[in-house]
């Protein structure tokens, strides 16, 4: 057995113990590179300098979303990348030596045997409005527009669904310390439905739940896993997993191309279609006038992972410096939403900045309307879905260069496309666009029309019935 050290002493790193924990996976230490926790204990075990790993040849589980700077860093630092592996590895073992007991447990289960599939959106990690929940909501109002039964498995949360899907909603108590008994609760739920699809967002019990399934009844189980973030950590566990899913389904192109050609992912299971944006209306907006001030809109968590939440502030600095004639409007909440908040107040620009917290998908088309710019912050997404829906009510978009985005955002054509971190450039852009209001509604025209060629629902309904369709059983 392996001897497994998990890099990290934060709310991921907690997750990964609490899993291991609860399915008995033995694990030595944490390390962090906070030096102020070195000595400290979680779950009885302590917190080491990352030196720790210089001393020693144990397997690395990074359980933090910064992969590529921890990975440089154990480079750096001599040790082999070859020691890093994921944690689905001693999930997916786990599983498949425990597999004669979760056969026994489900052969005690009425199983289902409909004449129509089932499609299950894995939604493990709750309601909070992100681009991930808005992509599944979309897909499932697609699935029940064509009358197919879809339903998504949420962990139990306050968060409440869209109006129009909350009879599609199933909470489960999903929880990491009871791992184990979460999967069992949703193994109970979809033995009720199968034959079933999961569209599996993210590997947590949702998708442990369905590979015991699949592997036990491959006839009448499909897994499609969303490819959403252009992060390495999140190919390399798609490439772990290649074996246990039929499809990977990127939400850009780019993503497909770093699957296919960087890890060398099976072609026959790499697709890529433009999102669709099923409860936007994609329609005509009104062009603004000269002397109006400039409508900026960023939809997102307001967070410094993924998100890049942390160059608000000093865009909004830009900005004022620049005497820009804008007003700055902000949906979505988390860490940086009181820092802002405080930045505001203290330099009384609330007639300028509008802190909206966090809204219901199906109210942002309201938050879109009427809005001249988008903007992206990320390094690390795949294709914003935030940007297509704005897009979609005629907005133009200012974004940072990630993976697909310029299959959407042609410079100089409907927006603009800027470097990482580079708040200089967008803030330049934003003035040449101030002083061309013409130029920008016609960008703002040229953006809706991408999105109205691009996202057609049909084509990701024809992918699911697909890919999802019930193999037949060899005959003898």
């Known amino acids: 057995m392996d001897n497994i050290v998990i890099f990290g002493a934060s709310g991921g790193a907690i997750k990964v113990a609490q899993t291991f924990n609860d399915l008995g996976i033995e694990f030595e230490c944490f390390v962090d590179n906070n030096e102020k926790k070195w000595g400290e204990q979680i779950f009885n075990k302590k917190i080491n300098s990352p030196m720790y790993l210089t001393e020693n040849t144990s397997k690395i589980v990074i359980a933090s979303i910064y992969q590529e700077e921890i990975e440089k860093q154990l480079y750096d630092m001599g040790i082999s990348l070859d020691r890093i592996v994921p944690k689905e590895m001693y999930i ?121 399934l699949k592997l036990l009844y491959p006839d009448q189980v499909k897994i499609i896993a969303g490819v959403h973030h252009d992060m390495l950590a999140y190919y390399r566990r798609n490439k772990y997993i290649e ?32 999102v669709p944006l099923k409860h936007m209306k994609i329609d005509d907006f009104v062009e603004q006038g000269v002397e109006e001030p400039l409508n900026i809109c960023f939809g997102a968590r307001l967070e410094k992972a993924q998100k890049r939440a942390d160059y608000i502030i000093p865009l909004i600095s830009k900005l004022e410096q620049n005497g820009v004639n804008y007003r700055f409007y902000i949906a979505g909440d988390g860490g940086y939403f009181s820092i802002i908040q405080k930045y505001v107040l203290e330099h009384n620009l609330s007639d300028k900045i509008f802190l909206l917290g966090k809204i219901k998908s199906e109210k942002m088309f309201e938050f879109w309307t009427n809005k001249e710019i988008v903007l992206s912050l990320s390094d690390s ?96």
């Open 92 to 212: 997916l073992n786990y599983i498949k030596s425990h597999l004669k007991e979760f056969e026994k447990y489900i052969c005690s289960k009425k199983i289902s045997n409909h004449s129509n599939s089932f499609y299950i959106f894995d939604l493990a990690e709750g309601m909070q409005i992100g681009g991930i929940e808005s992509w599944s909501f979309n897909f499932m109002r697609i699935l029940k527009e064509r009358e197919e039964k879809c339903f998504a498995f949420s962990k139990v949360t306050t968060d409440e669904a869209p109006t129009d899907l909350v009879d599609d909603v199933l909470q489960i108590d999903i929880t990491y310390d009871s791992y184990l008994k979460s999967i069992i609760n949703i193994i109970d739920e979809l033995v009720l439905r199968m034959p079933f699809t999961m569209v599996a967002n993210w590997m947590t019990q949702n998708f442990y739940a369905a590979y015991i």
């Open 381 to 476: 997404e795949g294709m914003g879905l935030s940007i297509l829906e704005a897009m979609a009510c005629g907005v133009m978009p200012i974004v940072t260069d990630t993976a697909g985005i310029r299959e959407f955002v042609v410079d100089d054509y409907n927006g603009y496309v800027v470097g990482f971190g580079d708040i200089d450039s967008i803030v330049s852009k934003i003035k040449q666009i101030e002083k061309n209001k013409k130029k920008m509604n016609q960008f703002r025209k040229n953006s809706l029309n991408i999105v109205k060629e691009k996202c057609i629902d049909d084509n990701y309904y024809n992918f699911l019935k697909r890919i999802g369709t019930r193999q037949k059983k060899k005959m003898l």
């Open 243 to 274: 074996d246990c899913v039929d499809a990977f389904l990127c939400v850009s192109s780019g993503s497909k191309k770093r699957m296919l050609e960087e890890f060398e992912v099976n072609s026959s299971k790499v697709y890529y279609i433009p």
